[in-house]
Nanobody, 112 residues
Framework: QVQLVESGGGLVQPGGSLRLSCAAS????????MGWDRQAPGKQRELVAH???????IYADSVKGRFTISRDNAKNTVYLQMNSLKPEDTAVYYC??????WGQGTQVTVSS
């Protein structure tokens, strides 16, 4: 049974930081590209960041220079370090394994 479990979301002030984690089980983690997408209220889900099994990274233009995706294959975990957060980053953030398996999502709210 495949499980992706996100954690680390919450409420943060503009300019603050959060680190999301996604722990995977039931898959051969190191073989998968892993990604983070997000969906804000009333908007379509969008790619935030992706890391291939070779550790090549891709970012949405809106988060370049502020967010960093990384992975620890020994822990079957992918991370999203989010710095300089803006109100427009408010969304539910979803972890995925090559867009074939998805987590339940974690809420990130950026507000003063």
């Amino acid at each position: 049974q495949v499980q992706l479990v996100e954690s680390g979301g919450g409420l943060v002030q503009p300019g603050g930081s959060l680190r999301l984690s996604c722990a995977a089980s039931g898959i051969f983690f190191s073989a998968y590209g892993m990604g983070w997408d997000r969906q804000a209220p009333g908007k379509q889900r969008e790619l935030v960041a992706h890391i291939t099994n070779g550790r090549t990274t891709i970012y949405a233009d809106s988060v370049k220079g502020r967010f960093t995706i990384s992975r620890d294959n020994a822990k079957n975990t992918v991370y999203l370090q989010m710095n300089s957060l803006k109100p427009e980053d408010t969304a539910v953030y979803y972890c995925n394994a090559d867009e074939r398996h998805w987590g339940q999502g974690t809420q990130v709210t950026v507000s003063s």
